[in-house]
């Protein structure tokens, strides 16, 4: 076990130190909104801000960056990581997340959603360290762990600022199995979320993935658990969503400040990824074509257990 405390960006979020403060104390409910039942049954209130609490883990890999902006709506990019022999690149980083979410303003579920490393248009380069084509998931677990380290530094002067960030993940789509979880993130935040059947199998050795959409399965995930290292989790910044399904884009930014910490005693494992991951339909959700037509790769999971979240609003146009 590592016993030196090492911070991590997490879910698109910054890391600042070992261990934050209670997120509760921080960040305590002010507000409500009010919820339209769309896919729910009827119109309910969500306290905001959205406090979580549960398990994440997060699968990376390699992903195609071309193939990745078709996925891409508003002022953002992927981020190239570039080849060691000097060639253009076209590798990026993705990831395919699942939240076991027990606790949450809308009840209990359970969620996954891709992701893309992104950047604002304009902004500069991320001084990335290159990367070989179809790494080993040694090589590429170190390189992931340089790269959050990248993406931390370069979002710190707009996370101190209370600017959105230039730099993070890029979420086209989410599924989830909470009625309730789908219209509170399609209409707080403009969350491309679909309800889907989704199953989690969580035991000591293994992590089990099943999404399956009109009655067939469509995705599954298996992997080995503790086989790597731990690391203590406290990070910060934002999560970046589609520009299309902005709720109130006249006065909103499609991004929002979120936080996620580890409880005291507990820690986040980071590890290669050893197990299988099947896109069996690619075309019965974005998520799937999402994952098969861009290519993704998984070589690395970060799996954390007891861990606290809050998600803020969207940003005020400036």
């Known amino acids: 076990m590592v016993k030196t405390h090492f911070t991590l960006a997490v879910a698109a979020m910054l890391s600042l130190s070992a261990h934050a403060a209670s997120i509760h104390d921080n960040f305590p409910v002010t507000d409500s909104v009010t919820v339209k039942g769309q896919v ?16 994440t883990t997060m699968i990376v890999g390699t992903g195609n960056a071309k193939a990745s902006t078709r996925f891409i709506s508003g002022d953002f990019e992927p981020v190239i990581v570039p080849s060691c022999d000097g060639t253009a690149s076209n590798m990026t980083y993705s990831a395919f997340y699942a939240q076991d979410v027990k606790t949450s303003p809308v009840g209990a579920y359970e969620e996954t959603l891709v992701g893309v490393l992104v ?36 979002n710190t002067e707009n996370i101190q600022a209370g600017l959105p960030n230039d730099y993070g ?57 503790g086989v790597g290292f731990q690391m203590p989790l406290a990070s910060w910044g934002d999560n970046i969503l589609p520009a299309k399904m902005n709720p109130d884009p006249d006065t909103k930014m499609s991004q929002h400040l979120g936080v ?59």
């Open 119 to 154: 950047k604002r248009k304009g902004a500069p380069e991320l001084a990335l360290n290159c990367l070989d084509a179809n790494p080993d998931n040694s090589t590429f677990l170190s390189h992931l762990l340089s790269t959050l380290g990248v993406l931390g530094g370069a």
């Open 40 to 55: 729910a049954d009827a119109d309910f209130k969500v306290d905001m801000p959205f406090h979580t609490t549960g398990t």
């Open 260 to 318: 996620l910490s580890t409880a005291e005693g507990t820690n986040a494992w980071v590890q290669p990824f050893i197990g299988e991951f099947k896109v069996s339909k690619p075309m019965s959700t974005q998520s799937a074509r999402f994952l098969r037509f861009t290519d993704f790769t998984p070589k690395a999971v970060v799996e954390f257990t007891e861990v606290e979240g809050v998600a803020l609003p969207l940003y005020d146009v400036k």
């Open 169 to 225: 993940f890029y979420f086209p789509h989410l599924l989830l199995d909470n009625p309730k979880a789908v219209d509170a993130g399609v209409q707080i935040w403009g969350y491309p979320k679909q309800l889907a059947d989704v199953d989690f199998t969580i035991t000591d050795e293994t992590f089990k993935i099943s999404i399956s959409k009109y009655k067939t399965e469509a995705i599954s995930v298996s992997y080995q658990r």
